[in-house]
């Protein structure tokens, strides 16, 4: 329940009263004493969900709406037209009004001090719980980072011409991806100097292989979780588990990058920033289409920021979208052959292993590290994870798979071939 205060003109009286008694609004009219000759305060409530089209109507009879305007939350209200208020917008979705986002989203922002704490310390648990491959500390990571702030301020300063609340914001982004790669390379240096943490090979660590590179579904993963926090945010409920996911696409990237460069693998190390720039740029560009979606736009009587009437605005821009659209497909079309390769590689391990020799064999993984091979970047190493009876012995086996990936891919990476091994025991008599 939303709780209503307009400070209202006497020329503006007979409007915006006509504009409230045609919607069926109750209201209360009050002197203003102190508002001007004439002025009236007008007071009135509504349901959460009717708040967006009276506002609207209001505007629409005149109100300015840098008038005197508050809104505010009421436990309930008794009216003659409460009822049937209720029951009219009760199916309604209505986002937001332009004042509300942007307070809303005020809300979320961080002073930069407790921002940057914020960010080193969810960076240290993030780059922890990779090395030790816990799903349940990585996650942890996320829950404490404010990224979501930024991305969303981002948004709403764009949509409402904002110039300053826009340039805070990626100002902020920038500071807090810098804050955390630093500060997860700096805690990895720490770790691997003092041997807290043995040499490892650590793309074989789950949570550390799954953000070497972006792919199709990391840059579907920011798309969704920026989209998923701009809606969120326009509507009445909290957004502090949508900005875990926003996290989620960001923090583990940054700790994945630090313990790269420490490890001396500048390869994932690039991968990892790569990784972290198109999903960073998927959820700004999708918070701010959903926004643009829902109908937040920006007016004349804002800033003017995008109004696009200034060339170097324009000029600005169209270079941002390309590159945005050379990032995203670079990744689409990178991730389209690296599934396309793994796919033929499983293909022919599946057709070796229907060998008759291979009976006992069953494969359970293939996992692929990429690298530079020669000039060009390519798959370097292929693991075959096959499991196989205790006293099993294929000597020629990964000879033979290699041959066969060869021939049918172009590609002659590195293959090794591991062996899970069982026991089958023995059917009780009887």
């Known amino acids: 329940m939303r709780l209503i205060h307009v400070l209202v003109s006497d020329e503006q009286r007979d409007p915006v009263l006509s504009a409230l008694d045609d919607r069926n609004v109750t209201y209360v009219v009050l002197d203003a004493e102190d508002g001007g000759e004439g002025d009236l305060l007008v007071e009135f409530p509504l349901p959460n969900d009717g708040t967006g089209d009276v506002m609207d109507a209001l505007g629409e009879a005149g109100l300015d709406e840098t008038a005197y305007t508050v809104v505010g939350t009421a436990e309930t209200a008794t009216t003659a037209t409460m009822s049937a208020l209720e029951d009219r917008y009760s199916g309604d979705f209505d986002p937001l009004t332009r004042q509300a986002l942007r307070s809303k989203a005020k809300d979320m922002s961080h002073d930069l001090r407790s921002f940057v704490w914020m960010i080193l310390l969810s960076a240290i648990i993030a780059t922890a719980g990779l090395l030790v491959n816990s799903p349940a500390v990585v996650v942890g990571s996320m829950v404490i980072a404010p990224m979501v702030g930024p991305v969303l301020t981002a948004s709403v300063g764009t949509v409402t011409g904002d110039r300053e609340m826009l340039a805070d914001s990626v100002r902020l982004q920038v500071i807090g991806l810098v804050v955390a790669v630093v500060t997860a390379t700096a805690f990895s240096y720490v770790l691997r100097t003092f041997s807290f943490v043995p040499m490892l090979e650590i793309s074989a660590i789950g949570q550390i292989s799954s953000r070497?590179?972006?792919?199709?579904?990391t840059v579907a993963v920011g798309l969704a979780s920026g989209s998923a926090a701009a809606f969120g945010l326009t509507t009445k409920g909290p957004t502090s588990l949508i900005g875990v996911m926003i996290a989620?696409?960001?923090?583990?990237?940054?700790?994945?990058?630090?313990?790269?460069?420490?490890?001396?693998?500048?390869?994932?190390?690039?991968?990892?920033?790569?990784?972290?720039?198109?999903?960073?740029?998927?959820?700004?560009?999708?918070?701010l289409a959903t926004l643009w979606y829902l109908g937040y736009r920006p007016r004349r009587s804002d800033s003017g920021l995008l109004t696009f009437e200034n060339g170097r605005r324009i000029a600005t821009f169209a270079v941002g979208a390309v590159a945005i659209a050379l990032v995203v497909g670079a990744a689409v079309v990178g991730t389209y052959q690296q599934v396309g390769y793994e796919r033929a590689i499983n293909q022919e391990i599946e057709s070796v292993l229907d060998d008759p020799e291979y009976a006992n064999l069953t494969l359970v993984q293939t996992s692929i590290e990429y690298g530079f091979v020669g000039e060009l970047f390519g798959p370097e190493t292929v693991t075959v994870t096959i499991s196989r009876t205790a006293d099993g012995e294929f000597p020629d086996l990964a000879d033979r798979l290699q041959r066969r990936i060869a021939d049918r891919t172009g590609q002659r990476p590195a293959l090794r071939v591991t062996f899970v091994d069982y026991e089958v025991a023995e059917a009780p008599p009887g």
């Open 212 to 217: 070497v590179a972006p792919s199709l579904l």
């Open 248 to 287: 989620a696409a960001l923090i583990p990237a940054a700790g994945t990058a630090g313990i790269a460069v420490v490890w001396g693998y500048p390869t994932i190390a690039v991968g990892s920033l790569l990784l972290l720039a198109v999903s960073l740029v998927a959820i700004n560009v999708s918070s």
